[in-house]
């Protein structure tokens, strides 16, 4: 009798164990969620550099750029660049770990396209 319970109590430890080391899990990802998504929605440039590099972007378009404001935005260009690849990789992440596609990400996180394109 006291093997039994002896037993059932070691299965019940090894099941908390179990327990403990599945919400462990479950935590490290939500948080590994959390930090990708807090760097997609808010960890590229600010406000003011993204204004300004659509103002001299607007400039090159118009042909009203200056060489001095040319070369401003020959120094934003790669900084911008790196910034979408960065952001692209966190959401390709995000849909491999949510078993998702990209398109579902961009869904769920309410991400739209810049309204200004330079080409």
């Known amino acids: 009798m006291i093997s039994v319970i002896s037993s059932r109590f070691m299965c019940f430890e090894?099941?908390?164990?179990?327990?403990i080391f599945i919400k462990k899990m479950f935590m490290a990802t939500v948080?590994?969620?959390?930090e990708k998504i807090d760097k997609i929605k808010n960890?590229?440039?600010s406000k003011?550099?993204?204004?300004r590099y659509d103002k001299l972007s607007t400039k090159v378009s118009h042909e009203e750029i200056t060489e001095v404001e040319h070369q401003e935005l020959l120094t934003l260009v790669p900084i911008s660049e790196q910034w979408a690849y960065d952001r692209l990789v966190l959401m390709i992440e995000l849909a491999e770990l949510w078993d998702v596609p990209l398109e579902?990400?961009?869904k769920r996180l309410k991400i739209k396209p810049r309204t200004n394109i330079y080409a």
């Open 104 to 106: 579902e990400v961009l």
């Open 14 to 19: 090894l099941y908390i164990e179990i327990c």
């Open 48 to 51: 003011e550099w993204n204004d």
């Open 31 to 34: 948080n590994i969620d959390s």
């Open 43 to 45: 960890g590229g440039p």
